[in-house]
């Protein structure tokens, strides 16, 4: 299981980028992240494109999928999706790994019980101005 953002687990950090620009202000290897929506779109082009690593957060089974058809190495999700979104993952051999966005550390056995990928707490995701 991974674990991003724990107070005692070394883990890479996740960089919320408002544009394209912002990219460039993260390390090279980083992982960029953004909610998927329409209006990033463009910025999610243009990430995968140049091959920058990118995760995406969704909301509803529609956006997993689109998550994972527009090359996201990530698709971070709420508790509440955590098993339909590791099965859907499953069932269609995503190359994205499926995280839970949670806020307490006792959450981490139960969804390991459900078998998901990882988790994910806020600290892990730094958010970038321009």
């Known amino acids: 299981m991974y674990i991003y953002g724990h107070r005692f687990i070394e883990s890479d950090s996740f960089y919320h980028v408002p544009n394209i620009d912002a990219i460039q202000n993260t390390?090279?290897?980083?992982?960029?992240y953004l909610d998927f929506s329409e209006e990033n779109l463009e910025i999610i082009s243009h990430?995968?494109?140049?091959?920058v690593i990118l995760a995406l957060g969704a909301v509803n089974i529609t956006e997993?999928?689109?998550a994972s058809s527009l090359g996201a190495s990530f698709i971070v999700v709420p508790k509440e999706l955590a098993k339909t979104a590791q099965n859907i993952a499953n069932n269609y051999l995503f190359d994205a790994k499926i995280l839970i966005h949670i806020t307490e550390e006792t959450e981490i056995e139960e969804l390991?019980?459900?078998?998901?990928?990882?988790?994910?707490?806020?600290?892990?995701?730094?958010k970038i101005n321009s």
């Open 112 to 126: 390991a019980i459900l078998g998901v990928d990882g988790v994910i707490f806020s600290n892990a995701i730094i």
């Open 27 to 32: 390390p090279s290897n980083g992982t960029i």
């Open 64 to 66: 997993i999928i689109y």
């Open 47 to 51: 990430a995968t494109s140049n091959s």
